[in-house]
């Protein structure tokens, strides 16, 4: 336990020292001031911007943009990725005859396709929620198949032999068992939602965090550009360390 | 002498190889085998001898490739809770804790909650988890796990319990000491046990008879009756004639090591 807390604090101790640097570094005017606005600074303009918001709308309204998006993307992709995954996994034919496409597409980076789900799909949420989807999908499908390859023969012959039916074995073994690499597949999906958030915001979005940082960089306004990519960072942190917390409860078994 | 459980006359088991370059491997060829109702089966035989295979057959996770298998006169089928495996890894499903993985079968075949309950407060009792119902398996030591799938198989109360090197991968300590709670459990259980070890002096201490198999293709050498009177104890080991028939069993062993 103490170690932990040791480690918590060296953890609390860097972000400190960052900020110290950061902010020392602004003093002695070792950075343009316009490139590199001091931590007090960027305190002023968020306390502005929630005051004032950015761009004619609240800014909680552009934080909230952009969640929706990702959320979105990302239940779209768990809600039809774990159960297409799962049977992929169960069924070498089926993915015999999915392997080939999705090794294809896996390497192509998402951002590659934004212009063209923007002419598929319009300049609205279809097309960002689509990217977004479309690449956590792939995520969360070759997890979930992996996960449920990799369960033990020892455990399904053990249920087996209890005399568990088919489905019985699908329900009560083949997915709890599978339930680390789902867990895997869920934090890595929301990685790349939030991450795609901001691409698919880059083109023709009127809010969200890309939104502000695009527009804020045009004017040349540095410190509200700083405060979108902070957000930004906070909030996928925070998603995180929700998911982690989750997983930690749903695979309390594995004794870590 | 008890009637016939488990009857197996000219089995045969073939592996094809995985490539045209691979040849077949021949387990077991011509192998008989007759295990009696509550009859404690001990198999020895040198390593890759087919052990294995044949308690797989007897499970119904394989099929022979030729001959006969029976239990009770009928033909063994796909694996089934009659038959429940105590396997050599700790089989436990890690997201359950003792008391459901001890009970998980008989749930899903629908046994009566009451009963159940019951019969699984017995045995745990008896095996020595009674404070460990709501332990997960990651909690517990290597010892504890081969307890919780021991009482597993008590509570589906099968017709044999096939036990595959169980204790293989214990410390010798904890061996002796699983070795009593087996004596003891089948003391008051009765079940058929069919065990497969590479222990002489386990399936001496443990058994009814010591069915000694052949090196690769597996046959029946011997069957050999281990005549100490139970209940069995430890002290066995220091009796002449245990040495003696230990002695024998491990001669007949080298003489399938060394003809190569």
């Known amino acids: 336990m103490t170690r932990i807390a040791t480690l918590r604090w060296i953890s609390f101790g860097s972000v400190v020292a960052l900020v110290t640097v950061w902010s020392i570094v602004s003093w002695l005017d070792l950075a343009r001031p316009d490139a590199l606005p001091s931590p007090l600074k960027l305190v002023h303009t968020f306390v502005a911007m929630i005051g004032e918001g950015y761009g004619g709308s609240p800014l909680l309204k552009h934080v909230g943009m952009s969640v929706m998006r990702a959320l979105s993307g990302f239940l779209a992709a768990v809600v039809l990725g774990v159960p297409f995954g799962i049977l992929i996994g169960r069924h070498p034919v089926l993915s015999a005859a999915v392997a080939p496409?999705?090794?294809f597409f896996r390497p192509i980076p998402p951002i590659a396709f934004l212009t063209l789900f923007v002419f598929y799909f319009g300049i609205g949420e279809a097309s960002?929620?689509?990217?977004?989807?479309?690449a956590a999908f792939w995520y969360v499908v070759l997890n979930c198949a992996d996960g449920v390859r990799a369960v033990p023969e020892l455990l399904i012959r053990a249920a087996e032999n209890a005399g568990l039916s088919k489905r019985q074995l699908f329900f009560h073994i083949i997915i709890p068992a599978s339930m680390p690499s789902i867990m895997t597949a869920l934090r890595a999906a929301s990685a790349i939602s939030w991450t795609l958030v901001v691409a698919s915001e880059l083109l023709g979005a009127q809010a969200g965090l890309g939104f502000i940082i695009l527009d804020a960089a045009q004017y040349f306004n540095i410190p509200a550009t700083f405060i979108g990519i902070i957000l930004i960072g906070s909030i996928g942190l925070?998603?995180?360390l929700a998911l982690s917390y989750v997983q930690r409860h749903v695979l309390h078994w594995q004794g870590r | 002498m008890n009637a016939d459980l488990i009857i197996a006359r000219g089995l045969r088991k073939v592996y094809p190889g995985r490539s045209e370059n691979d040849a077949p491997t021949l387990a077991l060829?011509?192998?008989d085998l007759r295990v009696a109702e509550h009859e404690v089966a001990c198999i020895v035989g040198p390593s890759g001898c087919g052990k294995t295979t044949l308690l797989n057959l007897i499970a119904g996770f394989e099929k022979p490739s030729?001959?006969?298998?029976?239990?009770?006169?009928?033909p063994v089928g796909g694996p089934g809770p009659e038959r429940s495996v105590v396997f050599q890894q700790p089989a436990l499903f890690p997201w359950l804790n003792v008391w459901d993985n001890v009970t998980l079968g008989p749930r899903m075949r629908g046994v009566d909650g009451n009963k159940l309950a019951a019969a699984t407060e017995r045995v745990l009792a008896n095996i020595g988890l009674e404070g460990f119902k709501l332990h997960f398996p990651y909690q517990l030591s290597g010892g504890m796990r081969q307890r919780v799938q021991i009482a597993r198989v008590l509570v589906a109360s099968p017709d044999v319990i096939l036990m595959d090197e169980p204790f293989g991968s214990l410390d010798a300590q904890t061996r002796i000491i699983m070795h009593e709670v087996l004596l003891r459990l089948w003391a008051e259980y009765k079940p058929t046990i069919f065990f497969i070890t590479h222990d002489v002096e386990e399936a001496l201490i443990l058994g009814d008879h010591v069915y000694v198999m052949s090196r690769r293709p597996g046959r029946l050498k011997a069957k050999i009756e281990v005549p100490f009177p139970r209940p069995r104890g430890y002290e066995l080991i220091g009796d002449p004639g245990f040495a003696a028939l230990r002695s024998k069993v491990v001669g007949?062993?080298?003489?399938?090591?060394?003809?190569?």
Do not use: D, P
Request: hydrophobic residues 45%; aromatic residues 12%.
């Open chain 2, 29 to 31: 060829e011509a192998f």
């Open chain 1, 101 to 103: 496409i999705i090794g």
């Open chain 1, 238 to 240: 925070m998603w995180e």
């Open chain 2, 252 to 260: 007949m062993l080298r003489e399938e090591w060394e003809t190569k």
């Open chain 2, 66 to 74: 030729e001959g006969e298998l029976t239990m009770r006169g009928k």
């Open chain 1, 128 to 134: 960002k929620i689509g990217l977004i989807f479309m």
